[in-house]
């Protein structure tokens, strides 16, 4: 039994919904197709689900919606009309963010509400469609399939009771398709994973009901050693483990989110990224445990949008409680940290530049400098990580070596090494307009030479 996921390019169009509904009658051991919202059909194109966010911001403005609402609902007119379908879907669709407009929810949850129309919309297009081809598929309302969530819009995590009532599900004759990106609390309400969280809701579906696999199908062969745009055809990864996979996904490998893996990997269930367009490619392969390599660096990932704040104290160490008080000033101003790199004497605290805007940086480094009178505190900004991946990468001789000549050899000063604290990573960080030159260097040193 298998539990196969379709991205937002998968469903962008009917004639990608089609590809889908060949590769599901390939395979009726896909009995749980989870979906996202219609996404891109080419560059220049929108994501339904952005399209609903300007939706609402018009509506929250004052500005007349009609203007937005029209370009959603051509989307799916087309998309229901190239399919053959009933028009009656499309009547479904427009009342129901009509309804999301203009209901007495609290904002919050209507705009939630709105956001998954998109994923809500596919799921009923894609079962009709399927069962126009004569498979015995029906819509499934993830409230009905038993996925239970938090009441944290726009954030939410699965309730653990939820997997009970998912398991219930493997009884079932029929094709079930799932809308992806969101759950209901207890309380009925509709609340949003985080955006991309229809690999969530793939990963929560498969754990449910103890899947043999989960396939997540997206535009993409394998995932890659490296990130194409910045090395032309770069090796494809046939086999990574959870943890690999983890580290990569959260720094900056868009191919799966990367809260996704959790519930697969609490269940062991091997995970597959296939490419819709090229479903026989053999894909990657995601898994508990793998044999070990002498190539031990699997994949170099990278991210930019990154600032450091570097505190220096003389004997810091002994100053009892010194991080905590840092920690808790940070926490106070609502600001998540990413790494915290430190010395006997030194602290450098990774942050993510958008959670720390200028207002907010002005607070942090004066309540800093009140509270515990570091001799040197400054941050800097417009930094990229860099993340060398690689199971048993911390026990392998050589590759800190390495990895630092390769990124000197491009001419590019390392602002921050982190090593230790991950038994599969290590990282880098660097001035971010130096990102390309150094990633293309640890690339030929670890994948070329």
């Avoid at 309400?189 to 690999?199: A, N």
């Avoid at 991080?323 to 101003?333: C, Y």
Wanted: aromatic fraction near 8%; include cysteine; charged fraction near 25%.
């Amino acid at each position: 039994m298998k539990v196969a996921k379709f991205g937002g390019s998968s469903v962008a169009s009917a004639k990608q919904i089609k590809k889908v509904a060949d590769i599901i009658k390939m395979d009726l051991q896909k009995k749980f197709i989870v979906v996202s919202a219609p996404g891109k059909r080419y560059k220049t194109d929108q994501k339904i689900t952005d399209m609903l966010i300007e939706l609402w911001d018009a509506h929250e403005q004052g500005t007349s919606v009609y203007q937005y609402i029209d370009p959603i609902m051509r989307r799916f007119a087309e998309i229901i009309e190239q399919l053959e379908l009933s028009a009656s879907i499309l009547d479904e669709i427009k009342q129901t963010i009509e309804n999301q407009l203009h209901n007495d929810a609290n904002p919050t949850e209507r705009l939630d509400a709105l956001k998954a129309v998109g994923e809500d919309s596919s799921a009923k297009i894609l079962s009709a469609y399927l069962a126009s081809c004569g498979l015995n598929a029906r819509y499934l309302n993830p409230h009905d399939a038993g996925v239970t969530v938090s009441d944290d819009p726009g954030n939410a995590k699965i309730l653990p009771e939820s997997f009970k009532k998912i398991y219930s599900l493997r009884s079932t004759k029929e094709i079930l398709v799932i809308p992806g990106f969101f759950g209901y609390t207890k309380e009925g309400k509709l609340i949003t994973f985080s955006r991309g969280g229809s690999d969530i809701t793939g990963s929560i579906i498969a754990a449910g009901i103890k899947a043999d696999v989960y396939e997540n199908y997206t535009d993409v062969d394998s995932v890659y050693a490296v990130n194409p745009s910045i090395v032309n055809n770069p090796k494809k990864i046939t086999t990574l483990t959870y943890k690999e996979m983890r580290e990569l996904s959260y720094a900056g490998f868009s191919v799966f989110h990367d809260e996704a893996l959790i519930p697969a990997y609490r269940e062991e269930i091997p995970v597959c990224i296939k490419n819709t367009n090229n479903p026989q490619a053999p894909g990657t392969l995601i898994v508990s445990e793998k044999k070990p390599s002498e190539k031990c660096v699997v994949g170099i990932a990278s991210d930019t949008g990154f600032c450091s704040i570097y505190i220096s104290k003389y004997l810091m160490n002994r100053e009892i409680g010194f991080g905590r008080k840092v920690f808790s000033i940070l926490e106070d101003e609502g600001i998540s940290f990413e790494h915290a790199p430190s010395g006997i004497d030194d602290l450098s605290i990774i942050i993510r530049e958008k959670h720390l805007p200028l207002e907010k940086e002005k607070q942090v480094l004066k309540r800093i400098q009140k509270e515990l009178r570091p001799d040197l505190i400054s941050i800097h900004r417009n930094l990229a990580m860099i993340m060398i991946v690689g199971e048993g990468l911390v026990r392998t001789i050589g590759v800190a070596q390495k990895a630092t000549s390769a990124i000197s050899s491009a001419n590019v000063n390392i602002e921050m090494i982190n090593q230790g604290s991950s038994e599969v990573s290590m990282m880098f960080g660097i001035k971010a307009e130096d990102l390309e030159k150094a990633v293309q260097s640890l690339y030929a040193a670890f994948f070329v030479k």
